[in-house]
Structure formats: structure tokens, C-alpha cells
């Protein structure tokens, strides 16, 4: 053996070793995955769960609040005989612990009255906050009115929007009574006639196609029955 | 180099000829390893160890590369401003920092402590100061510095990345701006804040679901102020700085804007009218660049200014390109006569740091 074994052919030439024919026929040249493939996509699923390990929790953990619903709280506010259907009479009350003065806030309470078809047993709760951008709203004796120091939005006795730029009435706090008090419970809004519907921020429509702009929150208690 | 050299001089007791010989260090050397640790001692280490740094990780490179980089001719104050608005974000960084040392992000407590970090602490109403008005500055600052990249057409290829990267930059910088005003918990930054998620809520369609995010849940509660903490404190930020490095290295990579009235050179032969435009005086057609690349590769093919040049120059060019090339050319020979003096002398410690 003069040659050596491996030197093999020149270009042309016909191979000096045959190489065994690949059987299956074609299975060197039509491999679907090379070796070097099967690792770059295990290194990379491998490295893609770990990320994701770390990032879903705490995205998770982040998001959770849109999905939580806090604890219902009610509050007494006093007698039912402080109350009339005449005039409204104002009340402060925590809406949300844990922020001191500033979880507390205002509402306007008066009974049913018989002119806005109410039962006379009935405890109205109108919150302050204006459906505009949130402001506090007052309540004007003179004009029987509440109004909105910030943009002027006015709303009638009810709580329905007379002018300005609020979106929609006033919101409502569900009431009851136990033992003699008034109890103060969850916001909800109301469209225009007034219906309950679940609480939206200041600025968001409660009736029209607009509604449809503002789906409902899954942390939000559902609206009383009516 | 010249430190290395005047360094092997002053080994050499005689200081005869040999120190042409060492002109250039060795493979040793340039890794900052010391031929005699005895003679190492005070800045000479100092260097030393910066050379065993550079020679690893090519600082001076970097550093060369950003600030030693060609730029357009026309280059003016506005392209200060970029600087300018990183300053600004450096400084709200680090007051930022020192204000978190005295701060309490609770709702029942946020607001007595800044009370007293303003009133009690030494200091502490400059800190905030510095803070407070930083982050306007730094709107105004931005403002002006996009402005800038507007009216001069820097936002167009290839720097359209830039731009989009500069918007993102705005809209944080202003995210920014809103959760910090809350942090001091009186009553101006919580009712702005309720506005301000008010507003978010009234967005259409993710409107609720972003409020509900920022509040993290239906109302505002003692976690929103922990939220909007963690947002101004780390996640914000953290994301700016990245941003930020990413606007830089663009920066570097493309090159800046020659300003909109600086034109590219006119051909050779073609007639002086040929490239004249409305409204643009002749002079100011001869220069030069379209980007920074363009001006580097006319910087670097001129050769300098000689006699027979200048004749050749028509009238028109005796203008601001020629007072750079020519203030270049004295200027060099001047630096290396400095060189020189400096290497005769023996030097002291103080000299070589300096
Ligand atoms: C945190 C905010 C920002 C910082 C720290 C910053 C920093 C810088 C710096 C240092 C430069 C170098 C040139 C110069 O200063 O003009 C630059 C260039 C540039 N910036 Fe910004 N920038 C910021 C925001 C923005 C914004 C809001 C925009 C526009 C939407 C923007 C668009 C650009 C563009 C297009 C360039 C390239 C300029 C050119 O090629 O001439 N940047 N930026
Ligand atoms: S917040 Fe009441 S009118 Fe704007």
C-alpha cells in the first residue's frame, strides 16, 4: 500500500474509497435536524421557561389587584331619625382603611320622598365625587343643586347631570339599616334614570354606545338589584 | 505612551540614549505588569492598575469612540442639550437615591417624613430642592433637546430608531413626573393623583384595567402609594438608564446631524451657481457633511492647509473650514514641541498624574 487510505480522489476522478451508500437512501443529506439544530432549540426553550419562571409570577403578582375584590365594609352614620326626605344631611365615613384621613370620605344622605317615587323607608346615600374627574361636589341649599368647584359641573337634587362636563349622575352607596342606624356600604353608579349599575371611575359613561367603552372590573362589587 | 516612557527614563539612572530603545512598551507593560515592584509606588501604581483595567476591558477605546468621535461641521450649543437632559436625569438619580434614605413610603406615614427630612434635616430642603426642580428642568430640557432633533431632521434615516427610543424616553420621563408627585402624600399630590388615575380610567377599553393597575385595585388605597413608589424608585428608572444607554450607542454608532444649513461640498468643476439654492448663501454651500460619517471621511482626506492649497482655493472657501484646518495645523506642531520638552525633563510624581 503505497497510497495512503485516506488520501482520496481528485476533483473528476472517481473516488478512490466508496463510502457506504446512506441507508435509508438520503438519510445524511435530507436530515430534517442537524445535531447542532436540536441543541440551539433545547438551549433556547430551556433558557425561554426559565425567564418565564421568574417573569410570570411576578407579573402575576402584579396584575392580581385587577382580579381582587376587597372586603365589603359597612358603616354606621347615625339614626335613622337624623335623616328626612326634605334636604340632605352630610356624612363622613372611611370608604377604604389603612390610609388614614385620606380613605375617608363625604356623602349626602336623605329618606325616600314620594315625589321621586321612593318608598319612604328607603335611606339614599349621593356620593361626593363629582363623575367628572373626581373633584368633591357640594350641596347648594339655595340652588337645591350639587355643584362641582372644579369645572362646574351641576347635578339636580337627585344627582343628575344638569351641565358641565361629568359624564353621567352622581354615584350612590348601597344603605340599610340595623338596629335604628343607617349603614353605609359599596359605591355603585346609576345611568341616567337612574339605574344601579357597577361602579365606574369619575369620567366613564353608564349608558349610550359609550357604555360599551367602559367594560366592567372584576374587582367591583356587582350593583344592588332594583 | 508618554507616560510610559518618561517612566522608563527616570529607572534609568544615566539617562543616556537607552530611552529611545523603550520607546514603545512592552507586551508587559501594556498588561501593567511592573518590571520592579520596589520602584512602584503612589500614582505610578495607580496608573499602573488602570493599565491592567484598560488592557482587559478597553476603556479608552470606549472613552475614545464617545468622545473623541468626528462631528459635522456646524455642530452648535443645541447639541447640547442632550447632554443636558442626562445631566438633569443623573442628578434626580442620585438626589433621588439620598431622598430614599429619610423618606417612608406609607400613607400614614409619607407625609410626616418629608416634613421632616425638609424642616429637620441638614440639607434636606436643598436635596429636594434640587429634586423638585430638577424634574421640571428636566421636561423643559427634554423638550427643547427633541426640538432640536426635530427642526434639525435628525429623526430620519438611519436615526428613525433614535426617535422612537427618544419617545419612549418622553412618555417615561413623564410617568416619572406623575408618580413622583404623589410620594410626599399632601394634599395636592393625593387629589392630583386621583385626577390623574381619573383620566387613565377614562381611556377606552383598557382605560378601567390600567387604573385598576396603578391603584392596584378599584380605589385608591395604601398599596397605590407603595406602587407608585416602587415605579418612580426602580422600574422607571431602570428602564430609562437602559433606554438611555440604547439612545447613546446610536449616538455613537451613526453619528450626529450636520444642521440643515450646512450643505454637502459641491462637485468638483461644477460652477459656483450650479449648487447655489434659494435663500442659502454661496459660502455656506462649500461645507460639508450630511452625517457624521460624511464629515469625518472629508476631515480626515483633507490634507492640511499649505500654500499651494490656499492658492488653488477659490475666494468663496476662505471661510470657517479653512480657520479649523489651519488652527489644527499650528495647533499640532505646538502640542508636540510640549511633548518633547516634557520628556527632557525628569519628571516627578505630580507630573506624571497631571
Ligand atoms: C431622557 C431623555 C433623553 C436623553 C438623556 C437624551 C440624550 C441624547 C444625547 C446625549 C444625544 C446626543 C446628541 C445631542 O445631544 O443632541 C441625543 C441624540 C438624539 N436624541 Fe435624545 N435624549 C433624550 C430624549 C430624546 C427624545 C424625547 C427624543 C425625540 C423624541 C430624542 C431624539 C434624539 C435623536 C433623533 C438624536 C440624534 C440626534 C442627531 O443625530 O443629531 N431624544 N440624545
Ligand atoms: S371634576 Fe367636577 S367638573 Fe370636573
Redesign the pocket.
Known sequence: MSEPLNKNSEPGEEPRIKLPEAEPRGYFEGESMTRRHVFTVASQAIGGVAALAVVLPVVGFAVAPLFTRGEERWEAVGPVSDFNAETYKQVVFTEITGIGEAGKTTAYIRTGAEKFNEEPNDVIAISTRCAHLGCPVRFVQAAQNFICPCHGGVYDFEGKRLGGPPVRPLDRFQTRVRGGQVEVGPRFSVTNQLKAVRVRDPGEFTGGIWEFLYPPRPSTFPPPSN | MSLLKRKKKDESPEGSGEAEAVAKPTKGERMGQAKDLSVHHGTQGAIDVAGWVDSRVNATGIFTAMMSRHVPKGTNW?????????F??AMQAITGVFLSMYYTPSATQAYASITHLTNDVFMGEFVRGMHKWGASL?II???L??A???F?G??KYP??L?????????I??TVMGLTGYLLPFDQRSFWATIVANNITASGPVVGPYLADFLRAGPDFSATTLSRFYALHMMVVPGL?AA??GA??F??VK?????PPWVRAPRPKGARPSESVTAGVASEDLEEVPV??AAAAAVTEADPPVDEANAAEAEAVEATEAEETESATATEEPAAEAATEEAEEEPPTDGEVSS
Open positions: 443645541f447639541y447640547t442639550l442632550g447632554s443636558a437632559t442626562m438633569i436625569f428636566m430640557l427634554i423638550f433637546h427633541m432640536r432633533t426635530f434639525f435628525a429623526y436615526r428613525e433614535n426617535w422612537v427610543i427618544g419617545v419612549v424616553l418622553l417615561l420621563t430609562m433606554l438611555i439612545h447613546l446610536f449616538v451613526l453619528g450626529t446631524t450636520a452625517n457624521g
